[in-house]
């Protein structure tokens, strides 16, 4: 889910709305030409921009990652979203680490315990990061019904999708469904990579980096 510090409970939260808001951004940016990555819900709102792109903008390649192409289900999501109130949040680094390896796939685990300094990096960014829980339904409501294969279809730059086969949250099923609708797409998968792939296939950045200079 994405962080937020801008919007009310009263603002509608839509991954089309948020296309919209990444699309004035760019031009906020005066960027005419560019790439565009999707991770996860990033993934929906890359499809939603790709698809519908202005006319005075060039995209020139597209990289999905680790994205749901329909309605997701997610015991862990639904049950998080019923909680009459807010889960308690972790009050320090420690507890942030100690949430992470409770929660998540074996190749971030084994990357961060490798990894020390930067283990303690990224708990610090989740630590401080501005997550509100009302945002975080609102946004689940949005992403859990969304269905993007239709769009995908009309994707005409070459794309570039990436999974992992351990990920828990995104099955790649997922990942396979899109690689059969866009057009233009290399598809490829990683045995130890979760929903966090690049932790537990570092390789997978060389994939990306080659991807975009080809």
């Known amino acids: 889910m994405g962080e937020s510090s801008v919007v009310s409970q009263f603002d509608p939260i839509s ?9 004035a951004l760019v031009k906020y940016l005066g960027i005419k030409q ?9 993934g929906l709102i890359a499809v939603h921009v790709a698809s519908n792109i202005p ?20 015991h862990y999501f639904e049950t998080l979203y019923n909680l009459p109130k807010p889960p308690d949040l972790p009050k320090n680094i420690q507890e942030q680490k100690d949430k992470f390896m409770r929660t998540y796939d074996k190749g971030f685990i ?3 315990v490798e990894h020390p300094d930067i ?21 689940w409501e949005t992403i859990k019904e969304t269905n993007i294969l ?7 730059v ?14 790649i099923k ?41």
Request: charged residues 25%; contains cysteine; aromatic residues 12%.
């Open 119 to 139: 283990f303690d990096k990224y708990a610090e960014i989740q630590l401080t990061s501005n997550l509100p829980f009302e945002i975080f339904k609102r946004q």
């Open 15 to 23: 991954i089309d709305l948020i296309a919209q808001d990444t699309i």
């Open 55 to 74: 006319l005075d903008f060039e995209l020139e390649k597209l990289i999905i990652c680790a994205s749901h192409a329909q309605p997701l289900e997610s």
């Open 150 to 156: 239709s769009k995908s279809k009309t994707i005409k």
């Open 34 to 42: 560019f790439n565009l990555l999707g991770w996860s819900m990033g």
């Open 158 to 171: 070459p794309t570039l999708l990436i999974y992992g086969e351990a990920d828990k949250v995104v099955p």
């Open 110 to 112: 084994d990357y961060m």
């Open 174 to 214: 997922e990942g396979e469904l899109l690689a059969r609708e866009i057009p233009n797409n290399k598809f490829i998968s990683f045995p130890k990579g979760g929903h966090t792939f690049w932790f537990g296939a570092p390789e997978s950045i060389a994939f990306i980096n080659e991807f975009l200079s080809n």
